[in-house]
């Protein structure tokens, strides 16, 4: 994407998909979070507009700070409808849903999504990104793409480790089955205690206390308790909306779930949360 060109983008991104399509210096056009309306109507408005060479869509395939899963079969409908190119950075979809492969092949929709990118240091547990689609354009990325030709490539090691992660998550469902089950289980033990764990779909269990210095205080007191889950707060957040993002993992067994749980609730019962 250029200078002629416009990108849209849904307004919950990542930080990484905002920066990319600044650096492209297209036109960016932000449409409310999954919102297929707003998404029609302003690729309807851009395409008609007639000002651009190429009109993109871009998401997030699995949404980082609050886990639901993007509408791609409603996108993908809206990018025939109007010509657009389909981008989908899958950083927390792979390893998590399609059988691992992804949000784009969890709907079916592999031969109909242009680009599908994605990282190798989340579930791959590795570093490293991927990006995946036509072979003409892989090519032709490899020959354009300024961050991939002007920098180091991974090291062996790193790309021997990504390999065999990637033949264990084909060869062995259970980590992915183990993986949804501690994030049914957490995300269960959560509500049932009174917390806003959000609209997630997925493993991502967000707990949502509001104000941004009690998420902070939260956050402390609970690794102070043995519990390492992050606060994540305005601007990566909107204002107002400061939440624990916590990130269940296939190797957490039932026992340290349920010692999270017990330290939720005592947490949360002395700060007068629950
Ligand atoms: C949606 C999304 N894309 C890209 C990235 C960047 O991944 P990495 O740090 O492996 O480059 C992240 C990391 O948080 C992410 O959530």
């Given at each position: 994407m250029d200078q002629h060109d416009a990108i849209l983008s849904d307004e919950l991104n990542h930080a990484s998909i905002i920066d990319g399509c600044r650096l492209s210096r297209a036109k960016v056009i932000r449409f409310k979070h999954s919102d297929m309306n707003d998404l029609r109507q302003q690729a309807k408005d851009a395409k008609e507009s007639g000002q651009y060479h190429k009109i993109m869509v871009i998401t997030d395939g699995v949404f980082s700070m609050d886990g639901d899963i993007a509408k791609l079969p409603e996108i993908v409908k809206i990018a025939e409808e109007f010509d657009l190119i389909t981008y989908v950075d899958d950083a927390h979809g792979s390893g998590v849903l399609g059988a691992g492969a992804g949000t784009v092949k969890h709907f079916g929709l592999s031969d109909r999504i242009d680009f599908q990118i994605g990282t190798l240091s989340k579930a791959i547990g590795v570093v490293g990104g991927y990006v995946a689609g036509k072979k003409q354009l892989i090519e032709w990325l490899k020959l354009r793409s300024r961050p991939f030709l002007f920098s180091t490539s991974l090291p062996p090691a790193a790309i021997a480790s990504c390999s065999a992660s990637v033949d264990i998550l084909m060869n062995d469902k259970e980590l992915i089955e183990k993986l949804w089950e501690n994030g049914n289980d957490l995300k269960n033990g959560l509500s049932r205690l009174g917390y806003d764990v959000g609209q997630s779909e997925t493993p991502i269990t967000p707990c949502i206390i509001g104000d941004e210095v009690t998420t902070q205080q939260f956050s402390k007191r609970l690794y102070e308790e043995g519990v390492y889950a992050k606060a994540i707060l305005f601007p990566t957040v909107?204002?107002?909306?400061?939440r624990i993002r916590n990130m269940p993992t296939a190797a957490h067994t039932k026992e340290m779930l349920d010692q999270v749980i017990s330290v939720y609730e005592k947490v949360g019962k002395e700060m007068n949360l629950i």
């Open positions: 909107p204002k107002g909306t400061g």
